[in-house]
C-alpha cells in the first residue's frame, strides 16, 4: 500500500511540475512575442524627459496605426503593459506615456499644467518611429480623457481621433465645480505628486482626510488653512485657490474658446448621468459643437458613475438597479470605433446618431443628432410661494405667480450643527427628502408619461443682506408610489453665474437674477402619476468650501465672518427649465 501511495505521489509530482514548468514556458512564450521597450524617454520642447512604454508584436514589420494613452496614473507596469498588449493583439502599436515627473522622467510632477505641450511632443515623435505609419488614436478615462482634449488645445496631423471617457476638466469639475472648491479633490494631489508612482497610503487613508475637513468646518479656520489642520503643506491645493475664477491659468490647460474651431478630427465621448465629473466631459462637446457645428462628434451616455463608466456600467449603482440594457463593453466599443476610423471596418453599431443614451426606466437606447435635440419641448415651472401637502411643499407650477413675491431663509453660518444643501445622488432612490432647511417645491402629477431628457436650467431670483453666497438646486422625480429618484443637480456661487472668469459681486439687498445651467444631463421615463420636485438651498456643508458672503477671497473667510446671518428672499418668479420629450 505504501508502495502505491508513493508511487501515485511521485506520479503527481512529475505532473505537477511538468505543469508548472509548461505554464512557465508558455509565460515566457507569450511574453516573446511582444518587443517590449519599457524604459523610453522621450525629451520635450523644454527640455523635460518623458516616460513612456511601446509594446509592438513581434514578427509584424509592417508600419502600424498606435494606440496611445497619456496618465498622471504611474504603476507598476503589469497593468500597464496588460493594456498595451491587448493593443498590439489588435494589430496596433501600444504607447503610453506618462506626465511628466513621473515615473522615470526626473522632472518636477505638474498635474495638468504640461499636459498641452507634452502630449503633443509625445504624438510628434510617435509619428517619426519608423513602426508608426503616421496615425494615432487616443483613449483612456478621467484624468487620460483630460489628456486627450489637451492634446487638441494644438491639433497634430497625426493624431486621427480620441476616445475619452469621463474626461476631467481642471478649473471645471474638479477641484471646483461652478467656482466652488469641492473637498473630495483635495487628497488626490498627494496621491498623485507624493511620488514617482502613486501614493496609495495616503490615496487610501480616507479617515485622515475626514478628520480633517470636518475639523476645519467645526472650527471655522479659513479654507486655505486646510493643509495646516492636516500638517501637511498641500502645494497643489494652495495654487488652485488663487484661482478661483475659470482664469487664464485654467484655460491653457485644454482647448478654450475659439481653440475648439480647429479640432477637426473625429471623437467618440462616453460619460454617466452620475458621473461627478459629467459637467466637465460634456463641456467639452459643448464647445465643440458650438464652435464647430460640423465636427464629427458621438458621444455614449447612460446610468454610470465616474468609475462605472469607463467598463461599461454597474448593474447596481448608488442603490439603484440598473436597466439590463445599459450595461455594454466600453472597451469592445472602443476598439470598433479605432477599427472604423483607422482601419476603415464597420462604425461601432451602437452610434445610431450623434448623442446615443440610455432612457433609464425604459429599458432602451435612443439616439438624436444633438444634445438640444434630445427634447422636444421645454417645461418651464416656477418657484411659487404657495404651499402644498399641508405647507411641507410649496408648489412647482407651469403658471407664473400674478403677484410678486418671496419666501424667506436665514442661514447661520456659525452653526456647525446644520448643514444645508444635501445634494450628492447616493442613494440615487430614496424614502424622503430633505425638508428641514432651505425649501421644496413640488408638482402636479403628470397625466401622462415623459421622459426628462436632458440637462435642467433655470433663472433664481433672490436678494440677500449680503455681497454673495453659493447655491444648490436638485430635481428628483417623485414616483406615484412616494419614492424620491434623483435626477440632477447644481450647485454654484452667485457671483460668477453669468460668468465663470469674473467674479461679479450681488449688491446687498437688492433682486438679483442668479442663472444656471452647468448641471448633469439625463434620460429617465417618467410614469403617469409621476411628480417633479425641487429643492433649492443655500450650500453650507463640510464637504465643500464654505461662502460666507463678505465678498472678500472665500478661501480666507473664516467663522469671524458669519457673525451676521444670511438673509435671503427667494422670489416666486424663480424658475426652472426642464427638457422632456412628450
Known sequence: ???????????????????????????????????????????????????????????NLTPQPVIYQHTIYAREKGRDLKSLKAAADKDYIGVMSYSRGKRFSPDEITPYENETNDTYDVIDWISKQKWCNGSVGMYGGSYNGFTQWAACKKMHPALKTIVPYVASRPGMGLPMENNVFINPNYEWAFYVGNNKYLDTVAGND???????????????????????????????????????????????M?????????????????????????????????ELEKYNPKADSYLIIGPYGHFGAQVGGDAVLNGYKV????????????????????????????????????VMGANEWRSAPSIAKMSNSLLTLYLTNDPVEKGKFYSLNATKPGKKSYLPQEVD?????????????????????????????ISEPFTQPIVVNGAFLGEIKASINKKDMDIGVTLFEVTPDGKYFELSYFIGRASYAKDITKRNLLQPNKIESIP???????????SKGSRLLITLNVNKNAFSELNYGTGKDVSSETMKDAKVPLKIKWYNDSFVQIPIWK
Open 1 to 59: 500500500m505504501r508502495l502505491i501511495l508513493k508511487l501515485v505521489f511521485f506520479i503527481f509530482s512529475v505532473i505537477n511540475t511538468y505543469a508548472q514548468q509548461t505554464s512557465v514556458t508558455r509565460s515566457k512564450d507569450l511574453e516573446s512575442a511582444y518587443d517590449i521597450q519599457d524604459s523610453v524617454m522621450i525629451k520635450t520642447r523644454d527640455g523635460a524627459l518623458i516616460s513612456a512604454m511601446v509594446v509592438r508584436k513581434k514578427g
Open 206 to 252: 480616507r479617515q485622515r482626510f475626514r478628520n480633517m475637513q470636518f475639523k476645519w468646518w467645526e472650527t471655522g479656520v479659513a479654507y486655505k488653512k486646510m493643509d495646516s489642520i492636516d500638517g501637511t503643506p498641500n502645494q497643489f491645493f494652495q495654487k488652485w485657490i488663487k484661482h478661483p475664477s475659470f482664469d487664464e491659468y485654467w484655460q491653457k
Open 254 to 286: 485644454a482647448p478654450y474658446g475659439k481653440e475648439f474651431s480647429q479640432i477637426n478630427i473625429p471623437v467618440l465621448a462616453i460619460d454617466g448621468y452620475y458621473n461627478d465629473s459629467q459637467n466637465s466631459g460634456l463641456y467639452y462637446l459643448r
Open 323 to 358: 436597466d439590463e440594457v445599459a450595461l455594454i463593453n466600453t472597451y469592445k466599443i472602443t476598439y470598433q470605433w479605432f477599427d472604423y476610423i483607422l482601419k476603415g471596418k464597420p462604425k461601432p453599431a451602437i452610434l445610431k446618431d450623434r448623442i446615443n443614451y440610455e
Open 413 to 441: 453660518f456659525a452653526d456647525r450643527q446644520t448643514i444645508n444643501n444635501d445634494y450628492y445622488p447616493d442613494p440615487i432612490i430614496d424614502n424622503e427628502v430633505d425638508t428641514s432647511n432651505g425649501y421644496v417645491f
Open 516 to 526: 444656471f445651467s452647468n448641471t448633469r444631463l439625463v434620460s429617465k421615463q417618467l
